[in-house]
C-alpha cells in the first residue's frame, strides 16, 4: 500500500492512531504515537526522533561512551521515515495501527541501526545471487505481574496439561499475533516453569526480523495488558533454563522460487553453496556469539548440557551443536543457528549469521567435519581437533568480536563502536555489583 491507500483503510479498520516504531540497540521497541489525522504528514515528512535510544540500555540508562549520549556526541533528532510495508493494524491495542520507521541524519541513513545494518547485510547477500528465508525461534518466561513468579512451578517440557494451564493467555497471543499478521504455527511450553515457546512461518528478507520484533513487543503488551509479565531475558533465573531465540533460515535464489541448499546426492546432504555457507558461520562462531547473546546475562546461558552451544560444531539434527542442519528434501532442508539467546534483538542476529555465511561462500571455506548424530557436542572426544569454543565472558567474547576483521568491516564501524560501548556500560554496572542489577536492568524490558 502507499500513503493515501494507508489514510484511506482508518475508517474502514477504525484506526484512530499509528504507532511510529523502531527497534533501539537491544532490540527494545521505541515509539512515538501520532493520531491518524496527521499520518500522511508525517510520513511524507518524516517524524522528529532522538538519535540517542542507540545509546540506551533497556532502561533508557545513557551509555556514557557512545557517540549517541556522549556529550560531544550526537544528540540530535534524526528524522525517520517509514516502511509503508510493514504497517500493520494491532489487534490488542484498541483503534492502533503500527509502522515501523528508520532513521536518518543529515540525509543519510544512520549506520549503527540495527535494521539499517540488516538490511544492508541482505543487499549484499542479493548481489551474490541469493535470498534468505528465516524465522526467529523463541523462548520466553511467562510470570505473574506483580510477584514476578513464574504461572506454575513444573518442570515438565511440552507437558499439555501444563499449557492447558495458561491456554487462556496463549491463545490471546496466538490471535493477536495472527491478527497483526505473524504467521504463527505452534506453541508449547518448554522445560522450565512458566517457560513457553512459540514458532512462525518463515519469512523472506528483512519481513523476518520485522516478524521477530512484532512478535516480541506484542507478547509483551499483551501479557501486560492482562495481568502477566513475558520476560525474553535470556536466564532471568540462575538455576533454571535458559531462553533460547534460534535463528532457522535458508538459501533460495532472489526470486525465491529455488532452494539452494539440499542435494541428496552429496555426502552431507547439502549443495557446495550449503556447505560453504555453514563453513562461514562456524569460522566466525566465536565472534557473533556476542551479536547473537548480546549481554552479560546472555552469555550464562551457554553451559554444557544445556543445550546451549559451546563451541563452533554442526550436525545433522543434532541439538548439542551450534548449528543444526535439518535434512528434510530439497525445499525443507534448513540450517538453525542454536547461539541466539532470547535476549538478543532479532536484526543484530539476522545480520551476524548473513554476514558469517557470506564470508563463507566468497572464499569457498571447507565445511569441517561434523558431530555424529548420536555424538555429543560438549565431549571432547566427539568434536574434531581443534574446535574453537564460545566465549562465556564479556570482555573475552568484546575482545573476539573485534579481532574478527570480517564481521565487524560487514556490520560497519559505526554499529560496532556502538555495540561495544553498551557492553562496556554492562561491564561497568556489573562492577558496581548491585545486587539483582541484571534483573533490574534486563526483566522487564527485554
Known amino acids: 500500500m502507499d500513503v493515501d491507500e494507508i489514510e484511506c483503510s482508518f475508517v474502514y479498520n477504525g484506526i484512530s492512531f499509528v504507532r511510529f516504531e523502531q527497534t533501539d540497540l537491544y532490540g ?29 540500555d533497556p532502561k533508557a540508562g545513557c551509555v556514557e561512551d557512545s557517540a549517541y549520549t556522549a556529550p560531544a556526541g550526537h544528540q540530535y533528532d534524526a528524522v525517520c521515515f517509514p516502511d509503508l510495508e510493514t504497517y500493520r493494524k494491532i489487534s490488542w491495542s484498541e483503534g492502533t495501527a503500527r509502522i515501523l520507521i528508520e532513521p536518518m541524519y543529515k540525509g543519510k ?14 543487499e549484499n547477500l542479493k548481489e551474490m545471487g541469493f535470498s534468505l528465508l528465516s524465522a526467529h525461534e523463541h523462548e520466553f518466561y511467562l510470570v505473574e505481574k506483580e510477584s514476578r513468579k513464574p504461572i506454575d512451578d513444573v518442570v515438565n517440557s511440552r507437558s499439555t496439561i501444563r499449557l492447558a494451564a495458561c491456554e487462556g493467555i496463549v491463545y490471546t497471543f496466538l490471535d493477536g499475533l495472527m491478527g497483526a499478521e505473524v504467521d504463527m504455527e505452534c506453541a508449547e511450553t518448554e522445560y522450565g516453569p512458566g517457560q513457553i515457546a512459540m514458532s512462525y512461518k518463515p519469512a523472506f528478507g528483512i519481513r ?23 520476560t525474553f531475558m535470556s536466564k532471568p533465573f540462575p538455576n533454571r533454563s535458559g531462553s533460547a531465540c534460534h535463528f532457522c533460515h535458508s538459501l533460495w535464489d532472489i526470486p525465491g522460487e529455488t532452494p ?40 550464562k546461558r551457554y553451559l554444557p548440557n544445556s543445550f546451549a ?33 532470547s535476549g538478543c534483538n532479532p536484526y543484530i542476529t539476522l545480520a551476524a549469521t548473513v554476514a558469517a555465511g557470506m564470508d563463507g561462500i566468497n572464499r569457498k571455506l571447507p565445511l569441517p567435519p561434523c558431530v555424529k548424530e548420536t555424538g555429543n557436542a560438549y ?50 554496572l556489573q562492577e558496581k555489583n548491585e545486587e539483582n542489577w541484571e534483573q533490574d536492568l534486563f526483566f522487564e524490558y527485554m
Open 28 to 56: 527494545v521497541a521505541r515509539s512515538k504515537t501520532i493520531p491518524a489525522q496527521h499520518f500522511k504528514r508525517k510520513a511524507v515528512n518524516g517524524l522528529n526522533f532522538s538519535l540517542g535510544h542507540l545509546g540506551y
Open 109 to 122: 541513513l544512520v549506520e549503527a541501526h540495527p535494521r539499517v545494518v540488516a538490511r544492508r547485510q541482505l
Open 208 to 230: 523476518a526480523a520485522d516478524n521477530a520484533h512484532t512478535f516480541k513487543t506484542g507478547i509483551k503488551e499483551m501479557a501486560l495488558k492482562n495481568g502477566y509479565m513475558a
Open 260 to 299: 539452494l541448499l539440499y542435494d541428496a546426492d552429496r555426502s552431507t546432504g547439502l549443495t557446495p553453496v550449503g556447505e560453504h555457507w555453514i563453513a562461514g558461520l562456524l569460522e566466525h562462531t566465536p565472534a557473533i556469539s556476542l551479536l547473537m547473546a548480546p549481554t552479560i546475562n546472555c552469555l
Open 309 to 341: 552451544p559451546s563451541n563452533a560444531t554442526w550436525g545433522i539434527d543434532n541439538r548439542t551443536c551450534a548449528i543444526r542442519v535439518k535434512l528434510n528434501g530439497k525445499e525443507g532442508t534448513y540450517i538453525e543457528n542454536r547461539l541466539g539467546a
Open 379 to 428: 565431549k571432547l572426544e566427539d568434536i574434531p581437533p581443534g574446535t574453537a569454543n564460545v566465549p562465556t565472558d564479556m570482555e573475552e567474547a568484546m575482545r573476539t568480536l573485534q579481532a574478527d576483521d570480517v564481521i565487524t568491516s560487514a556490520l560497519g564501524k559505526e554499529f560496532i563502536e556502538c555495540f561495544l560501548a553498551a557492553k562496556r556500560h554492562e561491564i561497568l
